[in-house]
């Protein structure tokens, strides 16, 4: 198969984590031919989403720490002329560090058979039955090397019965961890009151009505695939760039959103809601009628305080929490605004970045619901994945597992003109886009990272209750001494398609200055208690319980600036991997720039062309080509296909 | 490469676009013409519903094919199988609703599936109540869809109460929603009926109270969402004031009795009809109004018979019977007497009040306390300052006098589109607070003068007043209603910007009338004087039509039974 792959090609992008794939649709989009390819056996490097028994085999690769280096790779010494010189790739990801895990929820796998096998009368004991090994081992498929051809990709998607369509399917390996319950997707069509949609599997039907039913490890090894855990963990504005771009080019048509629900806020030790749309302050309880006006009247203020250059003005270089102070507002007030609104810090941000913070708050409400941000269904990772996939269908190659072993220099031009792949194979190219984390040591010994400190968690309820249990919330806690970084939390409920029924998933996120765990087990601490044998007698007062954690830091080269790595060709791009941010804008924004520095003169992923416009090649050798195409395209058009982005209907 | 996608040129696209767009339109034009043809015909079948549809379709705004296709289902109606019709009518409901999608808002859609589910012997409401909620999920305003919920909701005789909790649910979404506060003022009575003995319309106090509280989250969230006032107006005071004869009166010199209504009327024959009864025995009168126009009037009189009235007896007793608004009033004139009359007081029946209705004072008490706490947050905003106004004028007319005036400056100054409508409303309740005033001294006589009045109304109220005192106002015109003043003998309206006198028309008893700087032009505008008997004084000074000459002569001819003019 390895002989089939082209040696030609205008751009090569190595990494599929956002930024790469976003220049990947939009280089192919514009008629380049693009080689896209990933050492790893998944999309989306760091930004990607697994199973829960997928990041146990991913944790179990860093545990191991580089001992899968393969033997079989090609030397490639010999293949480099002697006008050429070689830059060696990193052949050992190093971006994860300080990974721990622990288990709360009971291991004991023979007591959760005989549970289920007590509840269940149906298939579903069937399944549990079958299921024999509690810890199952690394899934990982053997290596086996593959690719796609751009005209086999849309053929595999015109036959498809099912709305969505992952990247992975076609003669990509599939990788089982990836693979998911293709049954429940098609039956998934979110509306605009996305509360409606609940991911249940058949498996727990019997399950509803009994009491809180206690989760255990086996459980959730077995209900794997329910998961699917981001290794970042952010949303999208709706009204950001990101957005923007899915609109723009199309691509979000391969993906389903769901609003966030709930903005929450943490003060004096309890969680409550933030009421911040008019709706929203409109029903609130827990607001007096004045506090009420005062908050409209700041929030009004902000929409266009641009205007009203009176209000802040002697202000501008003071704190922003200061100046909320001169405004009325009382301290809770005062706590939503600065935390959960303007998501700032209380010692560092200036009053006119906060406004500027609010305002952006303010003009992504109201877009799509009734706040500010959407979650992608089945996780994160799924959006690198829908750009690769917009990539395929304009004629983009992609190779998973497969490993670029060198950059290849012409000595006299100082250029990139090749790389060489595992095979030993030489693959020439105008232009290379490589993700920092495949630069070797050399390269990057003078670039000075930053890191994010992350924590998964699964739970078993939500950390504030409410009429429905399906709610997706965001929770920013700030720092308990002023200057620390606040940390933000994202739960995620079952239809959300990230996790299993019955659990929560929550995603906290910091800038580091420790390691993971030290940075962020006191906020796990104040929200939630380990899971205890013993019912706690006061069900409503009782905090959720943790079932699982992991904490783990993560590289953070988002502020990295071209200059700093050494020696690299000038047709050579670095893109990075995840920041810390709440939003995608930097990928977005270094994708585009990146694309406007190479194509200056070409459209950055323009919307595609209509069905009915494209004219069909009669070159084309492929006798059924046409159809195929058509059906391609149409399919996209469908409106089944996904929630669709776009600004509803003002009445 | 094979693959690659290729994409018409922007020209070739355009000239796509446009050949079929006039494909369009001939199809468009070629079924319109077909449709008129075979209904000039008579034709009325299944052609052409077919016909229609395809126009409809496209276009649901096209009101006279909806008739048509009216006319042709009443026609299939008398010739199809119940079971044929079924098909038809299901065939029917999808169509309409493939047409609301194309336009949620159009008229002929929505009348067309009243029109139809009115006509089925067994319609399927549930189905439509659904479509309703869907078509509202889309837009919460859309008031169409909300009259047909009405519609639907009465026909199904849905629960109040289920209804209620869909307004609550809309609301909570966007209280910007005036239909979804409208249904509540519908359905909130219905849900509180109250006993027949206090007036129409009132909620129960702890309902009242819930719903301002809910009303005023939505008006602190939002202040200058006027939705949310006008639900606000509506809770505080919609009950109108009950049918009533106000006034009546009997003057021996004129020898006529005069009554008024609480509200504008027109009798005679085939309309309302009044009884007059004399000393027991019933009278046959001709009642007309004081302009003499016999239209809906307040006010209306009859001349007595010659007969009816005598010096000699000690007393003659008048009733008046208004049998539809089953009410009455009777009154005495005695021996030497020149009149004699029997009112409803507006103090004891607090009659300028009604706008704002509530009893309960101290709910209106705590309803000004939180708007002024709203009107510090927010001092310009116009709806909280017009509440706080209209609050105070229900609690206590005469107390809150001076704020209130203090107030209507504030709004005029933050509104002055509003001008004008602010200084109305300013001299009305001016005058309703002089004539409490007036009933509280217990005298005939109303000053008004130097309150910068630019309208008069409630003149009805003034049917006995004998002296009004106008001058130093802004008013323009002496309006026909002042007609009712039947007892007036002295008017003083200088200093204002008078222009016309057309009200100044038959009052008996008027003898005084002072106009002096004012801005009457022609003497033509004094001819309405001459119908009133008694006038004696004319002060005509200071207007510019003193300028003319010969003007004197002039007014002596027009005006002879005048004993004085001074021009």
């Known amino acids: 198969m390895a002989d089939n792959l082209p040696t030609e090609f205008d751009v090569v992008i190595i990494g599929t984590g956002l930024p790469e794939s976003i220049l990947a649709a939009a280089c192919s989009r514009s008629g380049h031919r693009v080689l896209h390819v990933d050492s790893r056996s998944y999309y989306g490097g760091n930004w990607a989403s697994f199973s829960f028994s997928g990041l146990l085999s991913w944790l179990k690769e860093y545990q191991q720490n580089g001992d899968t280096e393969e033997e079989t790779a090609a030397a490639w010494q010999d293949l480099i002329h002697e006008t050429e010189e070689a830059i060696a790739l990193c052949k050992k990801d190093e971006t994860i560090q300080h990974t721990e895990v622990f288990c709360y929820a009971s291991q004991n796998s023979g007591?959760?058979?005989?549970e289920i096998g007590a509840l269940q009368k149906n298939a579903s004991s069937v399944a549990s039955s079958t299921f024999t090994e509690p810890l199952p081992s690394a899934e990982l498929p053997e290596e086996r090397h593959s690719y796609v051809t751009n005209n086999e990709m849309p053929a595999k998607h015109a036959s498809e019965s099912d709305s969505k369509i992952s990247v992975e399917e076609g003669d990509v390996e599939e990788s089982p961890e990836k693979e998911k319950y293709c049954g429940d997707k098609t039956c998934i069509h979110p509306g605009s009151d996305g509360d409606k949609v609940e991911n249940k599997p058949i498996v727990d039907d019997d399950n509803n009505q009994l009491k809180r039913n206690v989760i255990t490890y086996h459980q959730m090894v077995q209900e794997s695939r329910r998961f699917n855990i981001d290794l970042v963990s952010k949303l999208l504005y709706s009204q950001g760039s990101l957005i923007d771009l899915l609109i723009k080019s199309n691509v979000s048509h391969y993906a389903e959103f769901k609003n966030v629900t709930r903005i929450l806020a943490f003060r004096e030790g309890k969680v409550e809601q933030v009421p911040c749309s008019r709706a929203d302050v409109f029903n609130s309880k827990e607001l007096t009628m004045v506090e009420k006006r005062v908050l409209m009247k700041f929030l009004t203020f902000c929409l266009d305080y641009e205007q009203h250059p009176g209000e802040y003005q002697d202000f501008?270089?003071?704190?922003?929490?200061?100046?909320?102070?001169?405004?009325?507002?009382?301290?809770?007030?005062?706590?939503?605004?600065?935390?959960?609104i303007a998501m700032t810090s209380e010692s560092s941000c200036t009053t006119l970045d906060g406004l500027k913070a609010t305002k952006n708050f303010l003009q992504c409400l109201g877009r799509f619901g009734n706040t500010p941000f959407l979650f992608p269904l089945y996780g994160q990772g799924e959006i690198?994945?829908?750009?690769?996939?917009?990539?395929?269908?304009?004629?983009?190659?992609?190779?998973l597992r497969h490993t670029i072993q060198c950059l290849v220099v012409d000595k006299e031009s100082r250029r990139c003109k090749a790389v060489i792949d595992r095979f030993g194979q030489r693959i020439n190219a105008d232009y290379f886009i490589v993700e920092d984390s495949y630069l070797n040591k050399e390269t990057c010994s003078d670039v000075q990272y930053k890191q994010i400190s992350r924590a998964v968690l699964i739970t078993d309820q939500s950390i504030l209750k409410a009429d429905s249990d399906q709610q997706i919330s965001i929770l920013i806690v700030p720092p308990v001494e002023p200057g620390a970084s606040s940390v933000r939390v994202i739960e995620l409920c079952s239809s959300t398609m990230t996790c299993m029924k019955d659990t929560y998933l929550v995603h906290l996120t910091c800038e580091s200055s420790k390691t993971a765990r030290e940075d962020l087990e006191s906020v796990v601490k104040k929200l939630f208690t380990p899971l205890t044998e013993t019912e706690v007698d006061k069900e409503e007062l009782r905090k959720p319980s943790l079932l699982w954690a992991l904490y783990f830091n993560m590289r953070d080269s988002s502020g990295v600036s071209r200059s700093s790595y050494c020696g690299l060709p000038c047709n050579v791009y670095v893109c990075s991997g995840p920041d810390s941010g709440l939003g995608s804008e930097h990928a977005v924004k270094l994708a585009e720039t990146m694309f406007q520095e190479i194509f200056p003169s070409e459209e950055f992923c323009p919307p595609p062309p209509n069905p009915e416009d494209i004219i069909f090649d009669g070159d084309d050798k492929q006798a059924d080509a046409p159809g195929t195409h058509t059906t391609t395209v149409a399919n996209l058009e469908s409106p089944e296909e996904s929630k669709k982005l776009e600004s509803p209907l003002q009445s | 490469?094979?693959?690659?996608?290729?994409?018409?040129?922007?020209?070739?696209?355009?000239?796509?676009?446009r050949l079929e767009r006039e494909q369009k339109l001939k199809l468009y034009q070629s079924a319109t013409q077909a449709i008129f043809q075979k209904r000039q015909a008579g034709e009325l079948d299944e052609s052409v519903l077919e016909l229609t549809s395809q126009i409809l379709g496209a276009n649901p705004d096209f009101a006279t094919l909806w008739n048509c296709r009216r006319e042709v289902?009443?026609?299939?109606?008398?010739?199809?199988?119940?079971?044929?019709?079924?098909?038809?009518?299901?065939?029917?409901?999808?169509?309409?609703?493939?047409?609301?999608r194309v336009n949620p808002k159009s008229y002929g859609t929505w009348h067309h599936r009243c029109w139809l589910l009115g006509r089925l012997p067994e319609p399927n409401w549930a189905r439509e109540l659904e479509l309703c909620a869907r078509f509202l999920e889309v837009d919460e305003r859309n008031f169409h869809c909300w009259d047909y919920r009405r519609f639907v909701a009465a026909q199904a005789a849905v629960p109040p109460a289920e209804e209620l909790a869909f307004t609550d649910s809309l609301i909570t979404r966007n209280f910007s929603n005036y239909s979804s506060w409208h249904y509540r003022s519908c359905l909130l009575p219905q849900l509180h009926p109250q006993p027949d003995s206090s007036p129409q319309g009132r909620l129960p106090e702890d309902v009242l109270l819930k719903e301002l509280e809910l009303v005023q989250n939505a008006f602190f969230t939002d202040p200058n969402d006027q939705s949310a006032w006008f639900y606000h107006r509506w809770l505080l005071g919609r009950a109108d004031p009950q049918d009533a004869l106000r006034c009546l009166h009997v003057s021996r010199d004129e020898a006529c009795v005069t009554i008024s209504f609480s509200r504008p009327l027109l009798v005679g024959s085939g309309t309302e009809t009044l009884l007059l009864v004399a000393d027991q025995s019933p009278l046959i009168v001709e009642w007309r109004t004081p302009d003499g126009r016999n239209r809906p009037s307040h006010v209306w009189l009859c001349d007595l018979p010659a007969a009816s009235l005598s010096d000699q007896l000690p007393q003659h007793t008048f009733r008046v019977i208004w049998t539809a608004g089953d009410a009455q009033k009777e009154c005495v004139l005695l021996k030497g007497r020149r009149e004699a009359w029997c009112r409803d007081s507006a103090t004891d029946e607090q009659l300028f009040r009604c706008e704002l209705s509530v009893e309960k004072s101290t709910v209106l008490q705590s309803e000004l306390k939180s708007c002024k706490e709203l009107q510090e947050l927010e001092p310009e905003n116009k709806w909280c300052l017009l509440t706080i106004i209209l609050l105070m004028r229900a609690l206590d007319p005469l107390l809150y006098e001076k704020e209130t005036l203090q107030y209507f400056q504030t709004l005029k100054a933050v509104d002055p589109m509003r001008a004008a409508y602010l200084d109305d409303l300013r001299s009305k309740f001016l005058l309703e607070n002089s004539v409490l005033k007036m009933e509280y001294a217990e005298v005939r006589v109303l000053h008004l003068a130097h309150k910068d009045l630019t309208v008069l109304c409630h003149l009805e109220q003034l049917l006995l007043v004998t002296h009004l005192d106008l001058s130093h106002n802004r008013l323009r015109t002496l309006p026909p209603a002042l007609a009712a003043l039947r007892c007036l003998q002295v008017l003083q309206a200088s200093d204002n910007s008078i222009e016309s006198l057309d009200g100044v028309a038959n009052l008996p008893q008027l003898q005084e009338l002072s106009l002096c700087n004012n801005r009457l032009q022609q003497p033509a505008a004094l001819q309405s004087l001459a119908s009133c008997p008694r006038l004696a004084l004319l002060d005509l000074q200071g207007n510019p039509l003193c300028q003319e000459g010969g003007i004197l002569d002039h007014l002596a001819k027009l005006l002879p039974s005048v004993r004085s003019i001074l021009t």
């Open chain 1, 111 to 114: 007591d959760s058979v005989h």
């Open chain 1, 316 to 340: 501008q270089q003071c704190l922003f929490s200061e100046f909320l102070k001169t405004k009325k507002l009382t301290p809770n007030l005062q706590h939503f605004i600065l935390h959960s």
């Open chain 1, 384 to 399: 690198p994945q829908c750009f690769c996939r917009m990539c395929a269908v304009f004629g983009g190659i992609y190779c």
């Open chain 2, 1 to 17: 490469m094979h693959g690659r996608l290729k994409v018409k040129t922007s020209e070739e696209q355009a000239e796509a676009k």
């Open chain 2, 73 to 100: 289902l009443q026609q299939l109606e008398a010739q199809k199988s119940p079971e044929e019709l079924a098909a038809l009518v299901k065939a029917e409901l999808v169509f309409l609703e493939s047409c609301l």
